[in-house]
Structure formats: structure tokens, C-alpha cells
């Protein structure tokens, strides 16, 4: 335990306190139409931006197996929905498709 | 499990892999620490990172913070740690009230499973087949499509919310312009801004 401990402590620093302050400001404000109209587009964003180049990342090598992967989960998600199935059976097909590429 | 394994082959103590996990709790942020650690990046290089990269948390929190009680005052320092992008994202799509308890509930859930993934990760990683753990990287994305698809399936709104931030978060990764951790804010700066135009416009419900 050399002074990595210090590394960690910082990160935890500059990672907690963005989390914190909204709570702070924000539930003080009287919110404006527009901010709040602004809120609540903020999650569909925030999703779509990190799914999208996101997926790109998981197999890099084969990006067939992610792409095929997540369009098992976008499918079964449009017909049947959950939570459960779209996400194991995401991990299964990525994995299949992996062993069938052969990427060892 | 997929930062323990990575921890291990960087080289970290299983403690010091564990209070990354324990005390930071921000996923892709960990990822890029190891890295950067690797490739010989001071602590304060890595530090300023973090802090870009976890800055979406700000946007994040501010929505959670937009849909609670002012009443539940003395949980926002525990709410606000155990703000991820995992999460934020079950919690905005919650329909109804959001009670303290079942934030802390979930929070706590999230937590103690990343917690746990790292050490089991980090003491297995090298017994499990290379090709499912990086198969194993797809859950986290297939888990934001299940919350987003009944979303999509109602409204084309958030479809086209969602597939403008994917593509513009996308250019700008490409491009490079911005630190690494800014084109995501950029982004829902950005798409929520012009969506919060045509929302304000119509006046409909996204």
C-alpha cells in the first residue's frame, strides 16, 4: 500500500462532489419551464450518448458480436420487454458469435 | 468484475482495487485511471480526468435532484454518492414518486455488486474463458436499450433524443476536439437544450 491511496482519495474527491451539489442548488430553485423541460430530456440523452459509441467499445476486434448482440437486446426489447432476458441474452449472443468468429 | 480482472493484470493490490471500487464508485472512470496509471500519468493528470469524466454525473444529479422531496434533505449526501450512470438510469425512468427508500435500496444494490464484482473479478479473473468475460462487457449497454426501449416504443421523442446525443457524442468522439469525458457533456447540453426548445414549443409530454 504505497500512495495510491492518495490517487483514490482525489478521485473520490472530484467524483462526489459534482454528485453532491445539485442536490443542494437544485432543490432550492424554483425551476424555470424551461430548465425543467430541459431535465427532463436529459435521460433519453444521456443514454443514447453513452450507448451509442459505448457499444463500439465492448468488442472491438469483432464488432459484429456487440452489434448483434445489442440488436438482440434492442429486438427482444420492442416485442416482449424486461430487463432479464434483453441483458443475458445479449452477453450469450456477443458470446456465440465471438466463439463462431473464432476470436481467440 | 471487469475492473477487478483488469486491476489485477495492471499489477494493483487486491486492497488498493478494492477501495478503488469502494471509495470512488465511478465506473469508467476507475477504467481510465488503471489506464492511464499504466501508461505513467501523474495523480494529477489522472485526477483532472476523473473529474471531466465523471462531470455527466453533475447533469444526472441534477435531474434526480429535480424529482425528490426537499424533505429527504438528510439523505442527499448518501442519494448523491450512489448517483452512476447505472443508477441514474433506472431511477429516471421510474414512473411516479421517488422515495427515499427505494433510491437507497437501489443505490445500495448497485453498489455493493460492483463492490463485490471487483474482488470476485480480481481473485477469479484468471479462471474465467477470455471470450465471456469480454462478452460480459455488453450487459451494461443491454441493460440501458431494456430501459430505453418501452421509452421509444411510446414516443418518437425520445427516440430522436436518443439517437441525436448517440450520434453527436459519436462525431465528437471522433473528431477528438475536447478532453476526454467532454463530448458527453457537450452532448446532453447540447441535444437536451434543442429538445427542451421543441418540448417548450408543444408543450406535450416527452
Known sequence: MNDLIFLILGMAFVTYVPRLVPFFIISKLNLSKRFEAFLKCVPYVALGALIIPGVFSVTPDVPAASLIGIGFAILYGLIRGGMIIPVLGSVLVTFLVLLKQGAF | MAFGILAKTTGITLLEAFLFSAVVFAGASQFIALNLLATGVGFGG???????????????????????????????????????????SVLSFKKGALSQIYIIVLESIAYISWVTGTVSGYILGGFLPDLLVKSMGIALYAMFVALLMPEVKQSYKALILALSAGLLNSALLYLDIFPKGWSIVITIIFVSGVGAFFYEETGEEV
Request: aromatic letters at 14%; hydrophobic letters at 50%; a positive charge.
Open chain 2, 46 to 88: 489522472i485526477i483532472l480526468t476523473t473529474l471531466l469524466v465523471n462531470f455527466r454525473h453533475f447533469l444526472m444529479s441534477s435531474y434526480i435532484a429535480s424529482r425528490v422531496d426537499s424533505k429527504m434533505k438528510r439523505a442527499f449526501p448518501i442519494i448523491a454518492f450512489g448517483v452512476t450512470d447505472e443508477s441514474f
